[in-house]
């Protein structure tokens, strides 16, 4: 019976261990050079600058999130006319098909197919 079976996948989380690694080093970094600043109070404004220019760029990496779903539905929308013009040509040939039978009958003109 097969109910108690252990599944073989394997999930690896190194990658994810790795990059918070790296930020936490990063964060290190960061706070080693707001220390070391010669300015004193005036470094650790200015390093509170770019920190805050940091969460902006995270910010605008959601706002990205957005724009993909708007990339998405700007798609979907080109996809949608894209068909209708398909579906529109695709009548107009059958309706010019059907003519060009008319006009074969009128015409007498044996049809070799």
Not at 11 to 40: I, T
Not at 68 to 83: G, I
Request: charged share 40%; proline share 1%; hydrophobic share 30%.
């Amino acid at each position: 019976m097969g109910l108690f079976r252990r599944k073989e996948k394997i999930v690896d989380l190194s990658e994810k261990y790795k990059r918070q690694k790296e930020a936490e080093a990063y964060m290190k970094k960061e706070q080693e050079k707001k220390n070391s600043s010669p300015l004193g109070f005036l470094g650790a404004l200015a390093s509170g600058a770019s920190t805050r220019t940091n969460v902006q760029s995270e910010s605008l990496e959601d706002f990205s999130s957005g724009d993909a779903d708007e990339k998405r539905r700007k798609l979907a929308k080109r996809l949608m006319d894209m068909t209708e013009k398909i579906e529109d040509i695709s009548n107009q040939i059958y309706h010019l098909q059907q003519r060009m039978e008319v006009i074969e009958k009128k015409l007498n003109v044996r049809n070799f197919e």
